[in-house]
């Protein structure tokens, strides 16, 4: 045990707080900068008095598709007493998301989907709007935003993605025809050829980054789809085939999302009428989907975040709570 606010390791024990169940939580105080603290300081359930269990069940029964009335109903509370809590648990999203590790090689696929918040507004001018990005092979879910379908939303997810995605030696960025993940994506990962690498027949000087290859799956007036490059590639960067290129993997889990997170199904969801309430939900199944709930498509009682290197076993949604990030968790 050390004190959350200097790290110091001297610490004084100092009675007890107790939670509405009853349970007693041990307090202590720190002999260096005199603060007190317990053990959830710093975790989502940090001055809660509700017991983690309750909060646990409820996300649980959220993740999977219940909506935040319904929520509020079966566990006695209002609902808005519910969205605090998901709140808390989004609010320590960036300390459940770690980057790639460096030199991995990993194929990230960038897809949208929609979900009507708030008035009935065109979709061009509705803020329901998520872009969103997987890892194929491991299915980990790097980065969701939810908002209005427009350049900051893409230059925002593609930051976001390219931070996760850059310590990679081998990297494959495959869209749908959006053409923005593209031109996103060029301002932060374009690179000039130096004398050496620059062939006089290669034709380009300016090119992506070494190991990066850029396509996207365009769709055609008649219904047929083609495979697009997006720009001149490194010469030393092989290229995939043209069937490798598509986001599939994220129709699927679109497909997913749709069916446990009720802000996407129930489109007249008054919860889901902020662009904050879409990103609250978002951050939490984000959660959830990669450290928690084993994924169908990997081998037996594997998460995404196992299959990433992060973790070695599945971790519950109590861990989440009780828990500073992923760094703390034996594991
Ligand atoms: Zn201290």
Redesign the pocket.
Known sequence: M???????E?ILKRGFDSLQDGTLVQRYQ??????RFNERTGTPMARLRTASSVVSYAIKARTEGMGIRAAGRTFGKSHTTIMRWEKRLADQAQNWSPPAPAASDVTVEGDEVYTRVGKNLPPSQSQGWTIHFLERESRYWLTAQAGLKDAQLFANGVYSAWEWVKACDGIRWFTDGERRYGQELWKLANVYLNGEECHPDYGHRKVWREGLEVAMKVKGSQGNRRVEWVKAEHPFTAISLGSEVHANHNEAHNAALRRRCSAYRRRQSLYAKKRSGLQRVLDVQRLIHNWVRPHWGLSKQTTPAMEMGFCSRPLSTLELLTNKGFRYVPC
């Open positions: 050390e004190c959350p606010y200097c790290l110091s001297k720190c002999k260096d900068c005199n603060r």
